[in-house]
């Protein structure tokens, strides 16, 4: 709307409209569309009345996570205020604002304050202030002077306290604690769904003129979990970061093939995800494992007796979570990723995808921000398998109120039982503080009833995984498994057996450095093809990381 009609608080219609219209095509945010319907809805009548005052007295909590569009939400209620007639807005119409870490010894809002005391009482602006360093502090005495302050400028500012998305009680404890001194009104937005951030993929992609084929998004999802499991996902910010790459590649291939197509298909969202997955079947991949005899046959014999509960209970199936415990590198992530494939094959998962998380990741910054941020992960985890690596580390055995490892177990908890036949939990870790953790958490051991231990690989074993690495990728002379067998065989037990020893991972470090040997020498020889050999294989084992400990050869005579 124009400028004076601002002035004169005369609501334009047309641009209501779009505002209506804009609301309404946003992706989840159900609690802000229903706010700004609000506005639209009493705004006439307090034009009428000339009681805008009654509005602007209004402050709002806006729990919103990280990349999640809060800046647009900012500019959509501004907007709203303009265009109803309610506020005449600032030329700067929106600002946002950090508080800092909570120190009594300093100052810690003169920022803030500063832009309360220069305030235009002509025009409205929303003032956005974080304070989510400061959850569980606002009953202190420098954050009510803070209120006191916004208290008295009302008629300056619409004010929105944004922290975390949090859980309710924590919400409803924060704006307690404000409207002590202010009118809050709290406004969630839920973390999206996968099928929000699939719509916010398609319409990122339609703005670049390009569109995906159905069978695209299983791969597309994929890559978005993988960006989730490093516990710094960044929602809609994300997700065009990984459109991005997406149609850069696609463009790329066009080059290459010198056509143009905008059709974004299965093997081009392929290529984005780092565990692409295998095209064997979860029974073979199991059957092809290097070692671990014994654990095949428990997880047969466990999948039959699931198989068996389903067909006795309605396809109704036993609680399944499972530990598995023992040393870095014996193979339990990629046994729980096999896990869910034949369960996903047998129909005893709907969905079988993998979902790979550290224990602390589940823990959030601020309090209240752990158990959203731990259901959330579950919900996404719905019909898949949830692996949690180093899961011990959610259980400290303190009652350090700061530390939120317990408040993510009790939400686990609840989540395995509520959703105990829809998805799989794998907690895995060093077996002495698995059990550490289980004896601390009664309830989590109850709901873990299977317990799966990997043994480190023996010399042999170590042997067998690198020549099967080489064998995947390479070709290589006669002489280098032989110079292969000898240095395994040469570990010492102290090596193998110790709780550091990181087993098949060492292995494929020794594999890589082999590698890298190989391409260096085949630059310098100017060979187009690669091929490894003795030489590689031994500058490589040389190097410190991979002679501790070497068994020493004993010589006649001594």
């Not at 501004?78 to 300093?106: D, F, N, Q, W």
């Not at 601390?440 to 067998?464: C, D, H, K, V």
Request: aromatic share 10%; hydrophobic share 35%.
């Amino acid at each position: 709307m124009s400028e004076n009609g601002a002035k004169k608080g005369v609501a334009d219609k047309a641009d209501i409209s779009e505002i209506s219209e804009h609301v309404s095509n946003l992706v989840g945010a159900s609690e802000f569309k229903s706010l700004i319907e609000e506005i639209i809805k009493i705004a006439p009548q307090l034009v009428a009345e000339k009681a805008q005052a009654v509005f602007n007295g209004r402050s709002y909590v806006f729990s919103i996570g990280d990349g999640y569009g809060l800046t647009t939400y900012l500019d959509l209620l501004a907007r709203t205020l303009s265009v109803t007639g309610l506020c005449s807005m600032h030329p700067h119409p929106v600002v946002e604002e950090r508080l800092g870490p909570y120190k009594e010894s300093i100052e810690p809002f003169e920022e803030v304050l500063q832009i309360l005391r220069n305030g235009d009482k002509s025009r409205i602006c929303v003032l956005c202030i974080d304070i989510s360093e400061w959850l569980g502090k606002t009953d202190t005495h420098y954050f009510k002077m803070l209120l006191r302050t916004i208290e008295k400028v009302t008629d300056e500012f619409i004010i929105v306290f944004r922290v975390p998305f949090l859980e309710k009680d924590v919400l409803a404890n924060l704006g307690f604690s404000l409207n002590d001194l202010l009118s809050v009104k709290t406004i969630s937005f839920p973390p999206f769904t996968q099928e929000d951030l699939r719509i916010c993929a398609e319409r990122e992609l339609k703005s670049y003129g390009f569109a995906a084929s159905k069978n695209a998004w299983g791969f597309f999802l994929a890559r978005i979990m993988e960006e989730k499991a490093d516990g710094k996902f960044y929602g809609l910010n994300t997700v065009k970061k990984v459109v991005r790459e997406l149609i850069y590649n696609k463009q790329l291939a066009n080059a290459g093939k010198k056509k143009v197509s905008h059709t974004i298909n299965r093997s081009d969202t392929r290529t984005l995800c780092s565990n692409v997955e295998n095209s064997m079947s979860g029974t073979e991949q199991l059957k092809r494992l290097i070692g671990h005899e014994q654990i095949k046959k428990k997880i047969e014999e466990l999948i039959a007796q699931i198989e068996l509960s389903a067909k006795q209970n309605d396809g109704e199936r036993p609680c399944i979570h499972m530990r598995f415990v023992g040393n870095p590198g014996t193979g339990k992530t990629t046994v729980a990723r096999i896990i869910g494939k034949i369960l996903k094959e047998k129909g005893l998962l709907r969905v079988g995808n993998f979902y790979e998380y550290a224990g602390r990741e589940f823990c959030g910054r601020y309090i209240g921000e752990t158990a959203p941020k731990t259901a959330s992960i579950c919900r996404d985890a719905y019909g898949s398998v949830l692996f949690i690596d180093e899961a011990y580390s959610l259980y400290r055995g303190d009652d350090n109120e700061r530390d939120y490892g317990r408040e993510a177990i009790d939400t686990l908890i609840a989540e395995m039982e509520n959703h105990r036949s829809d998805f799989v939990v794998i907690m895995a870790g060093y077996t002495d503080d698995m059990d550490k953790l289980m004896r601390g958490n009664q309830g989590l051991a109850s709901r873990m009833p299977y317990t799966i231990e990997f043994p480190n690989f023996t010399r042999e074993q170590l042997y067998e995984i690198y020549v099967s690495m080489v064998k995947e990728r390479f070709k290589y002379d006669d002489q280098l498994f032989d110079a292969a067998h000898q240095y395994f065989m040469s570990l010492s037990d102290e090596t193998i057996h110790a709780k550091e020893f990181s087993n098949a991972r060492f292995v494929r470090n020794l594999f890589e450095r082999t590698w890298a040997k190989a391409a260096m020498r085949s630059q310098l020889e100017n060979k187009v093809e690669m091929v490894l050999t003795k030489d590689d294989f031994e500058r490589a084992s040389g190097e410190k990381e991979f002679t501790f400990n070497l068994q020493k050869k004993s010589r006649i005579g001594f």
